[in-house]
């Protein structure tokens, strides 16, 4: 199916078409989900004790403020008491200008305007059943939320947070250009507990620096009629209200974040892969139709190789956004600058193998980037194997992967390790030819020292363990060696520049 609609122009019919579609999507969710399947259990024993998230948002694009009343259920799964409970305030890292996450010379990309702040406050925390006002300290990015009573293992607690977010006017992944406004990392994220405790790490300026929990959303954002938004989960009503907007109701599935994005010139292209729908948010139209067929192509790939993408939508989104390109769950960013040139369909297959490896499997990709990252440069690479033949698949795999490592080899570096925190890269050429080239690399030699059918199985088994989950590269090795026979134990410390076993190797701990 292929349909093009303006939304600007034809207002009312396209909501409703988009009503007709979500329903229709909806109902085939609801027969899909009366055949048991190993996706429903887990989805189930994730969903009883995952965070959950409710929202009422209202966003004011004049003032470029977003204002929201959050509910969140959380239950501490660890088997420690909690005296505390941590979220992070992404924004709060465009605050001040002098500690901005981004390197010297992207500040004039990411600021064409000059600089703007952008930052979030929060007005109060409480229990919402009792209305019971809780002390919470903020801090650079953190908030820290004190629990009324010691937040026992197995124990749930409901929080209600208030908070104002000023967007900035800034290219990166939260902010607005001209076309976009860019609601991505915006209101206050749980961080992680695990065996090392809470996860509190700055917002680097190279990779990705984000790790959470998958988590269950419902959504309500009240923006101006002209606004047309593309979001994380399924848009499943959008309301007209008095006074000239619009509320858009958003429920989403498993997924470790919400975000957003919206413009009052945003057009859509729609395609159905295996009852999953696939928009395309654009500006530029022959650029959106290539985008929308990468896209799809790619998830009919990764769904049959890999595992069924289990969501009812996924949306390729063109945006203000110097970047390049960028994952969350069920969306992606992409520099709508890239419509036109040759570079788009490797940027939009990059971003929706994310979907397998961060969004379905998650990592930490502050500790350890190169597993989700090294394995989504390479899906990509096995996509246009796919599409386009092993020759093309090999040339790839030689231009892209191989000679960007080996080309960063020859500038004489001095330390080689894959398996490194985001601090310790010096910068965005380190980061890439480790993390993306010779990240992928490890998957391609694994590919084919096991070929393809050994690689296929264990990685499918590794997305089914994994999916709604956080891996670490230990887990990776263990379901390597549990997998294969006669495995050589070294394999992963060579790939990955490790010293030899027996020597001082770091494998971080999740
Ligand atoms: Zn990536």
Redesign the pocket.
């Known amino acids: 199916m292929f349909r093009v609609f303006n939304l600007k122009k034809i207002a009312i019919p396209a909501a409703v078409l988009l009503i007709i579609l979500l329903l229709v999507t909806t109902f085939m969710a609801f027969m899909k989900r009366d055949k048991a399947s190993w996706y429903d259990e887990k989805f189930a024993r994730i969903a009883r004790k995952c965070p959950q998230y409710y929202m009422n948002v209202s966003f004011n694009p004049e003032e470029k403020t977003v204002n929201a009343v959050m509910k969140v259920k959380y239950t501490n799964n660890s088997n420690k008491n909690l005296e505390e409970v941590y979220f992070y305030l992404y924004p709060n890292a465009f605050k001040d200008e002098n500690r901005l996450p981004f390197l010297e010379d992207e500040i004039p990309k990411v600021y064409p305007n000059g600089f703007d702040p952008g930052y979030i406050e929060v007005n109060y925390v409480k229990t919402p059943e009792e209305g019971q006002d809780l002390e919470f300290h903020i801090e650079d990015i953190y908030m820290k939320v004190i629990m009324p009573q010691s937040l026992k293992p197995g124990r749930k607690i409901s929080l209600e947070v208030s908070f104002s977010v000023k967007l900035p006017n800034s290219l990166g992944r939260f902010g607005y250009g001209q076309k976009t406004y860019n609601v991505c990392n915006w209101y206050p994220i749980l961080a992680v507990y695990d065996d090392d405790g809470w996860n509190l790490n700055p917002y680097y300026a190279i990779g990705d620096p984000f790790y959470s929990e998958i988590a269950l959303y419902d959504v309500v954002i009240e923006v101006p009629k002209d606004l047309v938004i593309a979001s994380t989960g399924t848009q499943v009503e959008i309301k007209e209200k008095d006074g000239g907007t619009r509320e858009w109701h958003i429920k989403t599935g498993l997924v470790r974040d919400f975000a957003w994005v919206a413009s009052t010139e945003f057009q859509i292209h729609q395609k159905e892969v295996d009852g999953t729908n696939i928009y395309s948010y654009y500006f530029d139209e022959e650029g959106s139709r290539k985008a929308l067929e990468a896209a799809a192509e790619a998830v009919r790939f990764f769904n049959s190789y890999f595992g069924k993408y289990p969501y009812d939508t996924f949306s390729v989104v063109a945006a203000d956004f110097y970047i390049g390109g960028m994952?969350y769950p069920n969306l992606v960013l992409i520099d709508k600058t890239l419509y036109g040139g040759s570079f788009l369909e490797y940027i939009v297959v990059?971003?929706t193998a994310?979907q397998w490896w961060y969004g379905l499997v998650g990592s930490n990709q502050i500790k350890e980037a190169w597993l989700d990252?090294g394995l989504?440069e390479y899906s990509t690479i096995m996509y246009y194997e796919h599409r386009y033949g092993k020759a093309r698949g090999a040339r790839m795999y030689n231009d892209f992967v191989k000679n960007r490592y080996r080309f960063y080899e020859l500038t004489n570096p001095k330390d080689f390790r894959v398996l490194r925190p985001l601090h310790e890269f010096r910068d965005w050429r380190d980061y890439d030819a480790l993390v993306y080239a010779r990240g992928a690399m490890v998957f391609g030699e694994l590919r084919e020292q096991a070929g393809d059918k050994t690689f296929q199985r264990v990685m499918r088994q590794y997305f089914r363990e994994y999916i709604y989950e956080n891996s670490t590269t230990e887990a990776f090795i263990r379901l390597w060696e549990k997998e294969t026979e006669n495995f050589d134990k070294a394999f992963f410390n060579k790939m990955l520049n490790l010293p030899p076993e027996g020597q001082n190797i770091q494998i971080p701990a999740a």
Do not use: K, Q, R
């Open positions: 994952e990059h971003e994310h990252e989504t």
